[in-house]
Each structure stands twice: as structure tokens, then as C-alpha cells.
């Protein structure tokens, strides 16, 4: 168990959507936060960011392991929550600036850790995207494995999902005197999502039904199915697994429950005091046909996230008036 009071933590990407409630959470238990971050959201887009009062931001770019370091050494604790992440088309369009990026922001933090002193636990963000469309559903961990493979990601998601795995093969061989924990999220969302070109799907229905789109139509028809994270959920998970996972753990982060892209639409079209009718684009693609992960390794380890989340309809609601509001402040969300 960690004692947070006191404790120096260090959040790699911590700007971004988990990290802004990992680092509040951080926060009001009493550790010693400082953010690195780039402040680029999808590999391009420039935003700035306050962070709570009591957190030290660094801005700068993990990739660059001889400005990470002064900011790893002595931590006890490092989150890498860093990525150039985004929605389908954003990969789709460029898997090869997925993978460069992302293997060279995990190489940059690998470098960091190996030549770093003083850190105990190192807690790093994968994906979902790591599976392939013929794993089976619900997801476990077990369906591949960074030093085994098989390494297909789906087709959609390759670039980033091979680059992601890429970095837990590092994160599973740094030094035995680190304990490692591997964390594959499932389609996290909420306030401080990205809302810009080639977001996730939530942000991109928002805007979509907000416009006026009706009919609206669903890439790959709709009937596709994900389990969505909402942020504070997964921040909480991170907190947890940092206190009580063993060293190489790999471990599914998600929730049980499940909906299709056509009942998302609708919650977010209810959030939104939107009519709405629905139709059909099989033109375009529709990604993993179901995703879901195998949680029981996150409930062997009691994962609050497990046993109660933010459901749907209320997190939609919570990103709805967050969007809403950035967009009163004339702010970029």
C-alpha cells in the first residue's frame, strides 16, 4: 500500500483525459505531483492547460528521454499516460505517424526509467487496441501477450495498437527493481476529451447531432458494440492498481457495461435535447465488430470500476455540459 502523503509522483501525459483527474486525485491525497506534457493533443493540436493548485507543469516532450529525466529521477511513482491517440479515421489516415510517435514516446520513457534513480513503481498506459478482431469477447489479457504475441492488432487500430505493444514489451523488461503494471483501457471518455479532427466517437457524435446531422449516419451501420470508460473511473483504477497490483502485472481496465455506436447515438442525441432518426453507412469503416474486455484480473485486484462506474447516460450527460461550456468560454475543447 502507498502512502500518497508526501510521496513524489511524477504524471507523463498527465494534461490529457485520464491524467487530469489522476492528477486531482493525486492531488487531494496528499502526493507531490508534477505533470510532463507536451500540451499537443493528437499529435498536432497545441492547448493549454492550468493544472491544480499544489502541481507542478513541465512542459515537454517525453519522447526526449534527457528532458524526462530530471523529472523521473527521485520519484517513487511515474504514470506514462503519454500518447498521439484519436478516433478511427485519425488512424486509419496515419498508422505510420501512429506507430513513429507513440514507439518514440515509449522509447523515450524507457530510456528515462533505465538511466533514472529512486523510482519503486512505474504504472503505463496501453490499449485495447493490442487485441486483434479474432480474440475473443470479452477480452482477456491472455489473448496476447507483448513477449509471445500473436501481434495483429485489427486493422483500423494497427499502427497504434503495434506500437503500444511494442511498449509493454519495454515496460515487461525494465529493471527488476521497478514494479511494473501494464493497464489496457477500453475507450475512455469524458470532460477534457478531445473534440478536435479524428477524435473518439463520442466526442465526434456530440458534434455531429449538435450540428443538426439527422439523419445521422453510423459508420459500419452501428450495431458495432464497446464498453466506454468515463475518465474519473479510469483515474481511480490507476490509483488502485498502483497500490495493489504485483510487479508485471497486465491487466483489462473497463466496465461491464456494453452498448452499440446506435444506442450510444441516442443517449448523446437525449443529452443533447436532440430528435434524432438513424441510418446506415456501410461505406465507412466500423472497427472491432464487438469489444469488450475480461475484467477478472481487475476484480481479483478489487478494482472500484468493477463493482460501480459512472453509467453511460450520466457520464454522456457530464461531457455534454463540459463541452457545452468550454464552447461558452470560447475555448478549444
Known amino acids: 500500500m502507498i502512502d500518497w502523503k508526501g510521496t513524489g509522483v511524477l504524471v507523463i501525459g498527465g494534461a490529457g483525459l485520464i491524467g487530469r483527474p489522476l492528477v486531482t486525485l493525486l ?13 499537443v493533443r493528437a499529435g498536432r ?25 530530471p523529472y523521473v529521477n527521485g520519484r517513487p511513482v511515474v504514470f506514462n499516460l503519454a500518447a498521439n491517440l484519436g478516433g478511427i479515421t485519425h488512424n486509419l489516415e496515419r498508422p505510420a505517424e501512429m506507430f513513429r510517435d507513440n514507439i518514440g514516446i515509449k522509447l523515450g520513457v524507457d530510456d528515462a526509467l ?9 504504472v503505463d498506459a496501453s490499449t485495447a487496441c493490442v487485441y486483434s478482431s479474432e480474440d475473443p469477447v470479452p477480452t482477456p489479457e491472455s489473448a496476447v501477450s507483448a513477449d509471445r504475441g500473436p501481434w495483429c492488432p485489427e486493422r483500423s487500430n494497427f499502427g497504434y495498437g503495434i506500437a503500444k505493444l511494442c511498449g509493454e514489451f519495454l515496460t515487461h523488461h525494465l529493471p527488476d527493481l521497478i514494479r511494473t503494471i501494464t493497464v489496457r483501457f477500453s475507450n475512455a471518455y469524458g470532460p477534457g476529451d478531445f473534440f478536435g479532427f479524428g477524435c473518439h466517437v ?16 453510423l459508420w459500419g451501420g452501428g450495431s458495432q458494440s464497446r464498453t466506454f470508460l468515463f475518465a474519473e473511473d479510469a483515474a481511480v483504477a490507476l490509483i488502485e492498481l498502483a497500490e495493489r497490483a504485483p510487479t508485471k502485472t497486465v491487466c483489462n481496465v473497463g466496465v461491464h457495461e456494453e452498448a452499440t455506436i446506435s444506442n450510444l447515438a441516442w443517449i448523446i442525441a437525449a443529452a443533447l435535447g436532440k430528435d434524432l432518426t438513424l441510418d446506415e453507412d456501410l461505406s465507412k469503416p466500423r472497427g472491432y465488430w464487438r469489444r469488450a474486455p475480461d475484467l477478472t484480473v481487475a476484480n481479483g485486484l478489487g478494482l472500484t470500476c468493477t463493482k460501480e462506474w459512472v453509467k453511460l447516460e450520466e457520464g454522456i450527460k457530464r461531457t455534454v455540459e463540459w463541452w457545452k461550456a468550454q464552447r461558452a468560454e470560447n475555448r478549444e475543447p
Open 27 to 39: 492531488r487531494d491525497r496528499g502526493a507531490e505531483v508534477t505533470v510532463f506534457d507536451c500540451l
Open 202 to 217: 463520442i466526442p465526434a457524435l456530440i458534434q455531429r447531432i449538435e450540428s443538426g446531422e439527422n439523419p445521422l449516419m
Open 45 to 69: 493540436f497545441p492547448f493549454e492547460w492550468t493544472p491544480p493548485e499544489g502541481v507542478t507543469l513541465v512542459r515537454g516532450s517525453a519522447a526526449r528521454w534527457e528532458s524526462l529525466l
Open 114 to 122: 533505465w538511466a533514472a534513480y529512486g523510482v519503486e513503481t512505474f
